[in-house]
C-alpha cells in the first residue's frame, strides 16, 4: 500500500463517518475522553470525526480551504486516538487510517500554502538546508568503549541534534555504558522525516526517505535500537510504504532494552530516596508501537521506586499536546499539557516520567518552577542505576 496524496481517491472512507463518536472515547467501560481536540468544548466538529466531515464537505465544494479551517486541521496532535477506536471507515475501499486522512488534510493546505505561520520555520529549514538538520546542530557521540561497528545492535542517532533530544540521548549512552552493550552507530544530519510527515510538508518526504532507506538497508539483518519513539514508529510503520524497494526493518525501543538489563542483572540499581512516580504514555509509543509494559517494568525494578498510574493510561492515555500547530483553540498546547499535569497531579505521583522528549518538553514548560518534577524514562533510570 501507497500513501494516497489526494483526499478525493479517499472519499468512500470518509464518507463512511457515521458520527457515532467513538473517534473520541477511549475503551470501555472506563470510557475516558482521549481526542484533545474534543476534550476542550465537547464539540463533534473539533475532533476526528468532525474534520472528516469537514473533509466531504471539501470534497463536495460546500467549503473552501481557508486559514480559519488550518487552524483547526494543525489543531490535530495526530496522538492516533481515534485510530484504533474507528471501525466503520476500515470496511471502505482506499482506507486510510483517521490520523493519516487529516495529515493530508494538511498536505492540502502546505500546498495551498495555508499552514499555520509558525510552522514557516520547516518551510525556510527546507529550502535553506533540504532538510531539518542543520550541520552546526549537535552531533552526537559515542565512547569508544562500546562502539563496535561489528554489533549486531544498532544505535539510532540520525535525529539528536539539539539540545532537549541530545540530553536524552546522553543519558541513554550512560546506560549504554553501564550494561556494556556494544553498539554500531547510525548517524548524519538528515531528519528522519516525521515532523515533515506530521505536518503536511508531504512533497519533501520521498527524497528524504528514500535516501535514508538505502542508508538503512545496508545495515540488513541487524537490529536498531531506537530512543525516539517518533523516529522509531515513522521508520519501522511508514518507510516501507513511502521508500521505494525498502523491506523494513527490525526495531526496539530502549525501554525495552533497559527492562530486560534490570532483570538480567546487567544494570543495577543503586539506593536511593523513596519516590513514586507516575508514567505517561507518549503517542507514538504506546498507540504507534504498542509499547507500554517495558517502561513500567524498568521503573519498578527499581529500588525505592513506587509505580503509580493515571486515570488514562496505555492505550487510553491522553496526549501531551505537541503536535498540535493550529490556535483555534487559544493556548490550545499548553491547555491540553495542563489537563495532562492536572491527572498527573491527582495520581498523587512526585515525579512524572515519560519516554519522549516532545512529552517532556511540554510538561516542564507547563510546570514551569517545578519542571524538575519531569524526566525521561532514560534520565530517570541512569539517576538510579550504578
Known sequence: MKYSEDLAELERSVAGCL????????????????????????????????????????????????????????????????DDRCTMMRAANGYMPLSDIIRLMKYELVKRDLAPENLNWIRNRMERHGDLCASDNIRPTVPESIRDDDSDTVLYAACFHHGPQAKVFSSAVSLLEKMRQRVSVFADDGCCGSTLF???????????????????????????????????????????????????????HISELLADALKDGRLKGKAGRKVKVAYHDPCMLGRGLGITEPPREALSCLDGVELVEMDRNRQNSFCCGSKAAGEYVPDYRNETARERIAEFEDSGADVLITACHYCKTMFQGVLGEDAGRVKDLCEFVDGRTG
Not at 25 to 36: L, S, V
Not at 41 to 52: E, V
Not at 218 to 244: K, M, S, W
Request: hydrophobic fraction near 30%; proline fraction near 4%; charge should be neutral.
Open 19 to 82: 458520527h457515532c463518536n467513538s473517534c473520541h472515547f477511549g475503551n470501555w467501560p472506563e470510557n475516558k475522553e482521549i481526542c484533545p481536540i474534543y476534550s476542550r468544548d465537547h464539540t463533534f466538529t473539533n475532533s476526528a470525526g468532525g474534520l472528516m466531515y469537514l473533509a466531504k464537505a471539501l470534497l463536495r465544494g460546500q467549503l473552501e480551504y481557508s486559514e480559519h479551517l488550518s487552524e483547526l486541521v494543525y489543531s490535530c496532535t495526530a496522538c492516533r486516538g481515534c
Open 198 to 252: 506530521d505536518h503536511g510538508f508531504w512533497d519533501d518526504l520521498p527524497r528524504l526517505v528514500n535516501q535514508k532507506a538505502e542508508k538503512m538497508q545496508a545495515r540488513d539483518g541487524r537490529t536498531f535500537l531506537f530512543v525516539n519513539p517518533h523516529c522509531q514508529e515513522f521508520t519501522t510503520n511508514r518507510y516501507p510504504i513511502i521508500a521505494e524497494d525498502f523491506a523494513g526493518i527490525r526495531g526496539r
